[in-house]
């Protein structure tokens, strides 16, 4: 069974850091890209980060280039994100997804999600 | 940036009744590169169709998925109580890989 669990929940300050860490068991992480997703309060989904199977290659939504980095350890079927020079429309649950194959188009369609964890901004 | 507009906002409708929703995008989303997700509330978001029209693994016939270009439809033949929820359509041809807004469905 594919489990994907986040954690690093917190309040952050504005201008603070946090980085998230999402565990994957049940399938060959090694072999997918993941992404990142978040949801602010009440809001829709937001698309924010993928990185690929072998973590050569990253790709991040415009609202947070420069400010947060996406990064894996395979032998730790583990994905991260670290989030820094945080703002209080970063507040979201942040959800992490497992790319559904192995092919182009599959790494953007999320078949798994985890079940989120919720960060605040906010002084 | 592929903007996605989905309507309507809210549908409400009774068990047993046909659901359509929409998903219109601002440019040509090429080769159907859109999925459709179902979010209950304190859950994570499901994936039900990709590809405009390919149902996921383990996601019941009473859901599909159809279109091409800008304009999508899911529709659900025969509302189950565990069908109401939001729903996303999301587009996978380009950077930034965008959602619409949500269709909240409720019961009538």
């Known amino acids: 069974e594919v489990q994907l669990l986040e954690s690093g929940e917190g309040l952050v300050q504005p201008g603070g850091s946090l980085r998230l860490s999402c565990a994957a068991s049940?399938?060959?992480?090694?072999?997918?890209?993941m992404t990142w997703v978040r949801q602010a309060p009440g809001k829709g989904l937001e698309w924010v980060s993928t990185?690929?199977?072998?973590?050569?290659?990253?790709y991040y939504a415009d609202s947070v280039k420069g400010r947060f980095t996406i990064s894996r350890d395979n032998s730790k079927n583990t994905l991260y994100l670290q989030m820094n020079g945080l703002r209080a429309d970063d507040t979201a649950v942040y959800y992490c997804a497992k790319g559904m194959g192995n092919d182009y188009s599959s790494t953007w369609r999320f078949d798994y999600w985890g079940q989120g964890t919720l960060v605040t901004v906010s002084s | 940036e592929i903007v996605l507009t989905q309507s309507p906002g809210t549908l409400s409708l009774s068990p047993g009744e046909r659901a359509t929703l929409s998903c219109r995008a601002s440019?040509?989303?090429?080769?159907?590169?859109l999925a459709w997700y179902q979010q209950k509330p304190g859950q994570a978001p499901r994936l039900l169709i990709y590809g405009a029209s390919s149902r996921a693994t383990g996601i019941p016939d009473r859901f599909s998925g159809s279109g091409s270009g800008t304009d999508f439809t899911l529709t659900i033949s025969r509302l189950e109580p565990e069908d109401f929820a939001v729903y996303y359509c999301?587009?996978?041809?380009?950077?930034?890989?965008?959602f619409g807004q949500g269709t909240k469905l409720e019961i009538k």
């Open positions: 049940g399938f060959t992480f090694s072999s997918y890209a």
């Open positions: 999301q587009q996978y041809d380009s950077s930034p890989y965008t």
């Open positions: 440019q040509s989303v090429s080769r159907s590169y």
């Open positions: 990185i690929s199977s072998g973590g050569g290659s990253t």
